[in-house]
């Protein structure tokens, strides 16, 4: 009995300790992917028709609409976001999305 706490004990450190290497991630990080279009300072691309996270009609995007966008692509432009659903876990769409409102300042 004893020997089988001790192992439940050591996995689940074991477990807790590696989880959340995996699971956090900084919206910076995630971000480093959108900065292609959307620049270090998510100012945008005026030569690709992307605007400024600075915008007052992106500023006033819920954070839901902005999660959207990012899961299933939009845009009216000639270059239309594309879709990170599958490509970018809950997780990360909810850090960027976070890391989007401090480059709003």
Same mark, same amino acid.
């Given at each position: 009995m004893k020997f089988n706490l001790t192992v439940a004990a050591a996995s689940l450190l074991a %477990?807790?300790?590696? =989880?959340?290497a /995996?699971?956090? =991630?900084?919206?910076?990080? %995630? *971000? !480093? !992917?959108?900065?292609?279009?959307?620049?270090? =300072?998510?100012a945008g #691309?005026? @030569?690709? !028709?992307?605007?400024? /996270? !600075?915008?007052?009609? %992106?500023v006033?995007?819920?954070?839901a609409a902005l999660t959207a966008t990012i899961? #299933?692509? @939009?845009g009216a432009g000639p270059i239309k976001m594309p879709a990170y659903a599958g490509k970018l876990?809950?997780?990360q769409i909810k850090a960027v999305v976070g *890391?989007?409102?401090t480059l709003q300042k």
């Open positions: %477990v807790s300790l590696a =989880t959340p /995996f699971a956090q =991630t900084s919206g910076a990080d %995630v *971000y !480093k !992917k959108c900065q292609g279009c959307h620049g270090a =300072t998510g #691309n005026a @030569g690709m !028709k992307i605007a400024s /996270f !600075k915008t007052p009609a %992106v006033k995007e819920s954070d899961k #299933n692509g @939009g876990s809950d997780d *890391y989007i409102r």
